[in-house]
């Protein structure tokens, strides 16, 4: 058959749009897509774990909910990085085997899922209608034969689409307006017929529809077993078992139909509504599966709670710590706390004294008391027995350690209390502080894209706040993630090296933010006062120069206060009244002189804080003497208008700052240390959050350019080849 010069019987590559009529706001989409893929790589990835560890859960409904995660993991991997490398990277090349691929994973695993979810039904009818044979129905063989054809019919549906899209001969056209590839994309795209591709769509879609009658009848038939029961209580309780099923069913379904509907029938909707419903579609379901099954279902969250909320044991009044050796046992050293994973650790546990038998062994005698009020001897380690009692134990030298008052040992960890007096609002104090740090990322990261790409924003004062947005963003993700884990989970352990570094970050990044606000003055100064040699005096090498000085500062300054910690012993609480580790916290639990760490906290103060408030003071005398000496009231609002934006971020930065240092080291008695904290957190999140919406509203060359960008104005425009 002849063809003509343009046809491409299989074109090399296709580009991928994205969403066609939404490109210029493409790296804002990208943001909450991201953080929804992010919430689904960890939730099913949770729930897979948690049915893995739990041998309580394994039963058939969970065995099947572990398909369904393992499905969505794949369905949402085998999209969305690609979605976010188009939406950010502008990657929209994808190679014709890839996109070939792409296309059966999509396919696939949405076959899979469907399929799943009809096994899940199932399921449910079993538990509810037949109980007493709920186990000899479905058997580990039975689940395993029901995946299986699932993995079969998933198969039979997809592998046909390929072969039926290699037989189509591209002439030219290799635009797919889309985010991903799927196949009735890439079969528009043909110069022949698809007749035989849409009719085999639509037994694919068919085979769906019984699916969901399938599934339809499954409810019918429990609905009728759950009215037969006497009891309106019991009616709730069964039908409460179904209710994350029925939840996971609408997530899935109502998108997949209406993006089905849509594609063949909705010529009237605009197209990036198609885009973002198909979107959704593949990325929402893997986030609200894990999230549906946590809340409704109640082993779960159980068992995910019993992980996350530690237990610390008391034993005689003395907080202790353990090493687990190889045979189970719980070896606990004083002076430090014992986290305890599982309530029923607490209540199994057997208090066994230690007598020395030779340098090579320890002999362990148990001893039938109560772990509350046992007294320890002073000589004497303990050892928490989790089985048998009444048998002699030896454990190695090495694996029990002698605890006695006098000893020294080196912590391994800290406990992070939060904000004490506070805890039993923590998870609402922490919904503002997680809407705060959205806005930092969202807000700074927009900043740094917008000064990167916008050619007017390429100028002194403007490449030193890009400085200030990468650093509120490294302060802000030091500290939030690890508070909100503290809020939300109780995950209040952290080891000391941690602690440590996380010491180091938070001051060494708030050091450089001062430096940077200098800069920043000094800019304002130049801009004032020597308008003419502007640009010849804050050239790009004189403000690489600058920047690097300050991070030098303050990383230099900030390298001895981790040396200054480890040299000090903890053999008191290693408690700390904070929801992050920073030095004066930390020293205070120290049972040694902690006059050197005040020293030299206080000289990196005066180096740091006071030495650059100094200079932003004298450069904004210098700027209202010349902003005085000018002639007119207009002159001298205009040029003072230009300091406004970072005359607020210094206040926003110093006041909480200056506020916290001094609380820290003279207030301690007069005010409530959960004021101490609260304040804490807002000096290091307040500027992160306010700096970007203080630049945006309060600088017109900003204001401009987000509102060209978010009008199209910017931007080269994609060609049809």
């Known amino acids: 058959m002849f063809m003509p010069n343009d046809t491409q019987f299989h074109p090399s590559s296709f580009l991928l749009l994205g969403i066609p009529g939404l490109e210029y706001v493409h790296v804002w989409i990208g943001f909450p897509f991201f953080i929804v893929y992010l919430v689904a790589l960890l939730g099913n990835a949770a729930v897979l774990f948690v049915i893995q560890t739990e041998p309580s859960l394994h039963e058939p409904m969970y065995y099947f909910l572990a398909m369904l995660d393992s499905i969505d993991l794949g369905l949402s991997t085998a999209t969305v990085p690609r979605m976010l490398g188009i939406f950010w990277f502008d990657l929209r090349n994808i190679s014709f085997g890839s996109c070939l691929s792409q296309m059966f994973f999509i396919h696939f695993f949405t076959a899979m899922e469907s399929i799943v979810l009809v096994a899940m039904a199932f399921d449910r009818y079993v538990a509810i209608c037949k109980p007493l044979r709920y186990t000899i129905i479905l058997t580990s063989k039975v689940i395993s034969i029901i995946g299986g054809v699932a993995i079969l019919r998933s198969l039979c549906m997809v592998v046909p689409l390929l072969f039926l899209l290699l037989r189509l001969p591209f002439c030219g056209h290799h635009i797919i307006p889309h985010s991903y590839c799927e196949h009735m994309g890439i079969a528009r795209l043909a110069c022949a017929s698809i007749r035989v591709n849409i009719l085999f769509g639509l037994g694919d879609i068919s085979l769906l529809l019984l699916d969901v009658l399938l599934i339809i009848l499954s409810y019918a038939r429990i609905l009728y077993a759950v009215f037969c029961l006497p009891s309106w209580e019991a009616r709730l309780k069964a039908l409460n078992t179904c209710g994350s099923h029925i939840g996971v069913i609408l997530a899935f379904f109502i998108p997949a139909f209406f993006s089905f509907l849509t594609h063949r029938f909705g010529h009237s909707i605009p197209q990036y509504i198609h885009i973002l419903l198909a979107n959704l579609y593949v990325i929402f379901p893997p986030a609200l599966n894990p999230v549906i099954y946590g809340v409704r279902t109640k082993q779960i969250r159980e068992r995910v709670l019993r992980i996350f909320r530690k237990r610390w044991l008391n034993i005689g009044g003395l907080r202790m710590s353990y090493a687990r050796d190889n045979n189970g046992y719980y070896t606990c050293f004083m002076s430090n706390v014992c986290p305890v994973w ?61 605890a006695s008052n006098n000893s020294y040992v080196p912590p391994k960890s800290f406990i992070l209390n939060g904000i004490p007096g506070l805890e039993r609002v923590h998870a609402w104090i922490s919904i503002p502080f997680c809407i705060m740090y959205i806005i930092s990322l969202v807000g ?66 708030t050091g450089v933010e001062s430096g940077v606000l200098m800069l920043m003055a000094l800019d304002r100064y130049v801009a004032i006062c020597y308008p003419l040699r502007y640009a010849t005096i804050l050239t790009n090498p004189i403000i690489a120069r600058a920047g690097l000085a300050v991070f030098l500062r303050g990383v230099l300054l900030m390298i001895p206060f981790p040396f200054l910690v480890k040299r000090l012993p903890f053999c008191q609480s290693n408690i700390i009244s904070h929801t992050y580790c920073d030095h004066m916290s930390v020293v205070k639990l120290s049972c040694a002189s902690i006059q050197v760490n005040v020293i030299y906290g206080l000289m990196v103060a005066l180096l740091i804080g006071v030495f650059d408030i100094c200079c932003i003071s004298m450069s904004y005398t210098m700027i209202l003497r010349a902003v005085v000496s000018l002639s007119s009231a207009d002159a001298q609002q205009k040029a003072f208008s230009t300091c406004t934006a970072h005359i607020s971020a210094i206040i926003i930065t110093y006041v909480p700052a200056f506020f916290t240092f001094f609380t820290h080291r003279f207030g301690g008695h007069t005010i409530p240390p959960s004021l101490h904290i609260i304040v804490a957190n807002l000096y290091l999140l307040l500027p992160p959050t306010l700096n970007p919406i203080v630049y945006g509203v309060k600088t017109k060359q900003i204001r401009e350019s987000i509102i060209k960008f978010f009008q199209g104005e910017k931007g080269a425009s994609i060609q049809d080849n």
């Open 444 to 509: 700074n990261l927009g900043l740094v894209y917008l000064i990167h790409h916008e050619e007017s924003l390429h100028h002194p004062m403007y490449f030193f706040l890009a400085m200030l947005s990468l650093i509120d963003l490294f302060t802000c993700t030091t500290t939030l993630p690890n508070t909100l884990c503290i809020l939300w989970f109780n995950l209040k352990e952290i080891n000391f090296n941690a602690c440590l570094v996380q010491m180091f970050f938070v001051h060494g990044f």
């Open 342 to 402: 599982d309530e029923e650790i607490a209540e199994a546990a057997v208090i066994a004294s230690i007598t020395v038998l030779s340098m090579r062994s320890w002999q362990l005698r148990h001893v039938d008391q109560v772990m509350e009020t046992t007294v320890i001897n002073e000589e004497r380690a303990v050892v928490i027995d989790m089985g048998t009692t009444g048998k002699n134990k030896e454990v190695e030298e090495g694996q029990v350690m002698l």
